[in-house]
């Protein structure tokens, strides 16, 4: 008899753990499933949807035709994509070796024993303030030929007016220079958040054992980045692969395809050529593309994890 009680006893406290369990997960799941409702809403079917597309001839009407996989056929086959694509490259090496590098140079001079730097880390973040399009016309003015700032500045040193925009070989290197400009204070922010983070006791105990500043900051302080450093590089990656607003302000593409992105090749093919099955694919090729490299950045920092454990 008493043996049957326990026997009932038990089963009832393992029910009643399962039905704690089961509560607990539904509870999650119902608190997830907004955010997840969004997601699959606003993130995946729009990206099955350019898959779904890029395999029709669509001009964006109601008349579709099945092609397969020709439009990736002709997309490989088309010099302007390569073209767009190398550029994109550039957009991301200047991201990546210019842009983080700044924003975390900046972030350390936030740091420095120096008066009125409240007033420099205003300075610093209005660029990332400010409206792209603003900033686009801006630098346009700037980098005008004939009476832009920038040529005026030029001109004191005694060199001839540049045509920034309109010459093939400075066109991009012109564009990398406001975007660098432009985005370098969002990653020092992001650097400042992480140095605020690492403990002050760790840089007391290397000044007492006589580290310098240059010891401190690469045996402390940017080991403790690098988890920083690497969600900068994913961020700037796929900003850079989907670049478009202000190459689109500033040069439109030109001058020869010099500055054409994927995401102005895109554009192009959409609304000016109407070629929407040939555009989804471009833009399935853009998602593809920064998938990829953001997951083997993340592959490449598990392991590092992994490794230094």
């Known amino acids: 008899m008493d043996t049957t009680v326990a026997n009932l006893g038990q089963v009832t406290q393992t ?12 509870t999650v799941a119902l608190f997830i499933a907004p955010a997840l409702l969004v997601y699959l809403l606003y993130m995946v079917y729009p990206i099955i949807g350019t898959l779904q ?9 109601p008349d579709k035709t099945f092609v397969g996989f ?5 997309l490989f086959a088309d010099s302007v994509f390569w073209s767009s694509l190398a550029n994109n490259l550039k957009v991301v090496l200047a991201s990546v070796f210019l842009q983080i590098p700044l924003g975390l140079l ?14 420099f880390q205003t300075v610093y973040f209005m660029p990332f303030l400010m409206s792209t399009v603003a900033i686009g016309l801006l630098w346009v003015f700037m980098f005008d030929p004939l009476n832009g700032s920038v040529n005026r500045l030029i001109g004191l040193f005694g060199i ?43 840089y007391e105990a290397a000044s007492i054992d006589g580290a310098g500043p240059w010891t401190r900051f690469s045996r402390i302080t940017f080991p403790m980045l690098v988890p920083t450093i690497v969600t900068s590089s994913i961020l700037a990656i796929v900003g850079s ?11 439109g593409g030109g001058p020869s395809n010099s500055t054409e992105l994927l995401g102005i090749y ?7 050529h109407f070629n929407m099955g040939f555009a989804s694919a471009v833009a399935f090729m853009m998602f593809l593309l920064a998938f990829l490299v953001a997951g083997i950045i993340q592959y490449l920092e598990y392991n590092r994890k992994k490794g230094a454990v």
């Not at 029910?15 to 539904?26: A, D, I």
């Not at 900046?106 to 409240?118: C, H, S, T, V, Y």
């Not at 989907?242 to 302000?249: E, L, M, P, Q, S």
């Open 160 to 202: 001839e007016n540049i045509a920034w925009l309109s010459e093939s070989k400075t066109a991009m290197a012109s564009i990398l220079l406001v975007v660098v400009w432009q985005y370098a204070p969002f990653y020092m922010i992001l650097f400042k958040a992480a140095i605020v983070g690492i403990s002050e006791e760790l």
């Open 15 to 26: 029910q009643m753990r399962r039905k704690r369990v089961l509560n607990k997960r539904v």
């Open 70 to 74: 020709n439009n990736y056929v002709k």
């Open 53 to 61: 597309y890029s395999l029709y001839d669509w001009k964006g009407g």
């Open 266 to 272: 895109m554009y192009k093919q959409a609304f000016i």
């Open 106 to 119: 900046m972030a350390l001079l936030l740091f420095a024993p120096i008066k009125g730097m409240r007033f």
């Open 241 to 251: 692969l989907k670049a478009f607003d202000i190459f689109y302000i500033m040069t």
